[in-house]
């Protein structure tokens, strides 16, 4: 399956996924507790990934600044990531 139809099928812009690829060798690294990240080779494949659907419990935001607008779609039971990012948008 190609990058973009799989992006498009599960919600996920194709710039996100894009990067994703090119940084999960480096965090894969930094996860296991090792060394310094080496960079990921050049030419490597495309592998799906399961996005988790969201929960049940979550809060619908949606900002608007001029015409920039976000929407989220935030667990409840992160709630004080969720202040603290509300918090940070207001600045």
Known sequence: MKAKAWGEANGVPLRALSSWCAHAQRWQVRLQGEGVPVPAP???????????APTAATV??????????????????????LAVWLREVGR
């Open 42 to 52: 050049k030419g490597g494949g495309f592998v799906a990934a399961r996005v988790p």
């Open 60 to 81: 619908r935001i949606e900002v608007q600044a001029g015409s920039a607008r976000v929407e989220l779609h935030w667990p409840i039971a992160n709630a004080r990531e």
